[in-house]
């Protein structure tokens, strides 16, 4: 049974509406009863306590905007009574006040992974393809065909490939992006081998893509240029044979959590987002960073707004100012494209509930949790500090969880209001916001944290989340996207293309 209400953080003045409710309905909260004083709808926000006209408003422990007149308990709080915080150009202050709430306790817990010779963990052993060029896409997927049918049954987790449409024509920071993110998923420890496919004419032919990765491992990589063989698909499947070899010398032994990696990525929303399966995410990430795990947080534009928040839980001044360069760089993207760098909630947005730009960020940014943000990343960079991690990346679903495989993510969490196929170079999970598309799109969910609004509480619902992606990173359970065989991988392109 869907219930009245709900409370994001304890520390918020307002309550967030779980379905249409009517002036006069009786509101039980903290041991107190209060009427509503007018008709609220579902999604919007409850005053549950009296607020003076300039206070902030706090939703998510933090502020969303300020009251514009005062606000009495038990009052619609929304666009006549609230204003945002933000006006003009944002100046970024480094103030050093930055305290992280949580500890650091390795639990001793385990998960069944592989260790490889370099001692970085992976949670599956495959074998990749990666490409250097779009246009051997199809012998790609040729040889990863072939090859699965050559090694059915042999003690590894299956051949995969990846397609994509760049590597040729491609000039300047385009270029650099394909080969930093297409070299960083070569690294990727959940191949235990990786057959590099070129064609031979391409800008990103093999011996430029070699400069990517320097210190490359030859026992788990092996490269191929198309032009330059008489069979492809010959030497390609005596190449793979060798990597498949290789793989199998790998056996499942216990890792510890604090060696999981974990990206965190939101699709399509909907009224739920901010209230279930984002404010979920966070949950579990901060309980992973607590136990020595790590976390990486991506969607640059939906940070807009938000940004000043998440600058105060920077670690250092070297990360706030990395934080700083990151958001500013990218809203000059926006502005090198004529396109505007603030928007406004939407319509659409205002009549679900979101009132601010801040609030709308807020919903997005809950997927970090509360913890301190220990380093910010480039595009195509990989992580190298535990805790809380930046990379930077679009809102595209594509390319961002593409970025958080390459910057070392072993699993990615997706969350979704409305339902997607999709899934990355990594196991992808599928949460959805409700209970009625997890119901509905079984084929496409992993998990439902609509239960949140269902009867169980954040702390139950978290601690089974994280009970089962112990078991997804054991290899236990397999997705969606792994059992119906979609990866994809997408690579950001701003540039002039020949």
């Not at 903290?30 to 006209?53: C, R, T, W």
């Not at 609509?450 to 054991?474: N, Q």
Request: charged share 25%; net charge negative; glycine share 10%.
């Amino acid at each position: 049974m869907i219930k009245e209400f709900t409370q994001i953080h304890e520390q918020d003045s307002v309550l967030i509406t779980l379905q249409d409710l009517s002036k006069g309905t009786s509101i039980h909260y903290n041991d107190e009863n209060f009427e509503l004083v007018e008709d609220i709808p579902s999604g919007h926000k409850i005053a549950v306590k009296d607020i003076g006209q300039g206070e902030n408003i706090i939703k998510y422990g933090f502020p969303i905007g300020h009251a514009t007149e005062e606000i009495k308990r038990g009052s619609w709080v929304h666009t006549d009574n609230v204003k945002t915080n933000l006006s003009g150009a944002l100046e970024y202050d480094y103030q050093d006040t930055n305290e992280s709430i949580m500890g650091i306790h390795p639990s001793g817990q385990t998960f069944s992974g592989y260790v490889r010779k370099n001692g970085e963990v992976a949670i599956r052993n495959e074998v990749w393809i990666i490409n250097t060029v779009g246009c051997i896409n199809k012998v790609a997927e040729n040889l990863a065909r072939l090859a699965n049918k050559a090694h059915e049954g042999r003690d590894f987790d299956g051949v995969h490939y990846f397609p994509h449409p760049f590597g040729c024509s491609q000039l300047g920071d385009d270029l650099e992006n394909t080969q930093k993110l297409l070299a960083r998923l070569v690294e990727h420890p959940n191949a235990a081998g990786v057959l590099v496919l070129g064609l031979g004419c391409e800008n990103n032919f093999i011996e430029s893509f070699k400069k990517a990765m320097p210190n490359y491992d030859s026992d788990r990589i092996r490269f191929l240029a198309a032009q330059e063989t008489e069979d492809e698909l010959e030497e390609g499947l005596e190449l793979l044979g060798e990597l498949v070899d290789f793989a199998t010398e790998f056996k499942q032994q216990p890792v510890p959590i604090s060696k999981l990696k974990v990206g965190l990525k939101c699709g399509g929303s909907d009224g739920l987002s901010g209230i279930t399966a984002n404010p979920m995410v966070g949950a579990f990430s901060d309980l992973l960073i607590s136990q020595g795990g790590t976390t990486i947080l991506t969607e640059v534009p939906e940070m807009f707004g938000a940004e000043t928040i998440l600058m105060d839980r920077s670690k250092d001044r070297i990360v706030f100012d990395q934080m700083v360069d990151l958001i500013n760089d990218f809203k000059e993207y926006f502005i090198r494209h004529d396109q505007p760098v603030y928007e406004n909630p939407s319509p659409g947005n205002k009549q679900g509930g979101i009132t601010t730009l801040e609030e709308k960020s807020l919903g997005c940014v809950q997927k970090g949790g509360f913890a301190t943000i220990v380093d910010v990343l480039d595009y195509g960079e990989k992580v190298s500090e535990t805790g809380l991690n930046i990379v930077q990346g679009p809102g595209n679903d594509l390319v961002s969880v593409t970025a958080l495989a390459a910057a070392g993510a072993h699993i990615v969490l997706f969350t979704t209001g409305r339902g997607t196929p999709f899934g990355g170079p990594v196991p992808t999970v599928k949460i959805s916001t409700n209970s009625t598309l997890y119901n509905k799109k079984k084929n496409w969910i992993d998990y439902n944290a609509g239960e949140l609004v269902e009867g169980k509480s954040m702390d139950e619902v978290r601690d089974h989340f994280f009970s089962y992606l112990l078991d997804v990173a054991s290899g236990e359970t397999r997705t969606r996207n792994e059992q119906n065989g979609f990866r994809e991988i997408a690579i950001f392109k701003d540039g002039v293309m020949l």
